[in-house]
Nanobody, 122 residues
Framework: QVQPVESGGGLVQPGGSLRLSCAVT????????AAWFRQAPGKEREFVAA????????DCADSVKGRFTISRDNAKNTVYLQMNSLRPEDTAIYYC???????????????WGQGTQVTVSS
């Protein structure tokens, strides 16, 4: 069973940085596309960033472009989200998702983590 597990969330002041990690176990990770989504209180879940199986292609939402960077280390079965210049509106639960295959971006994601809370506040 494939299981993404997020870590690295927490409380940070506006303008600060955090790095989220997502460890994916269960199958050959290098054959998975992966992504980060987030959901703020009272809002729908939204796409943040995605990366293809090799790390050679990425995509991100306009709201985080230039501030967030997605990357992966296939040797460690891990995807990262580096978040800089954080704003209060970035406060949300951040979810990691994965989908097996080379299609990018994938039409949907099959495997989801439990989420990690990110709070940006002074």
């Amino acid at each position: 069973q494939v299981q993404p597990v997020e870590s690295g969330g927490g409380l940070v002041q506006p303008g600060g940085s955090l790095r989220l990690s997502c460890a994916v176990t269960g199958r050959t990770f290098s054959r998975f596309a992966a992504a980060w989504f987030r959901q703020a209180p009272g809002k729908e879940r939204e796409f943040v960033a995605a990366i293809n199986w090799s790390g050679g292609r990425t995509d991100c939402a306009d709201s985080v472009k230039g501030r967030f960077t997605i990357s992966r280390d296939n040797a460690k079965n891990t995807v990262y989200l580096q978040m800089n210049s954080l704003r209060p509106e970035d406060t949300a639960i951040y979810y990691c998702a994965a989908r097996y295959g080379m299609e990018f971006p994938p039409p949907s994601y099959d495997y989801w983590g439990q989420g990690t809370q990110v709070t940006v506040s002074s």
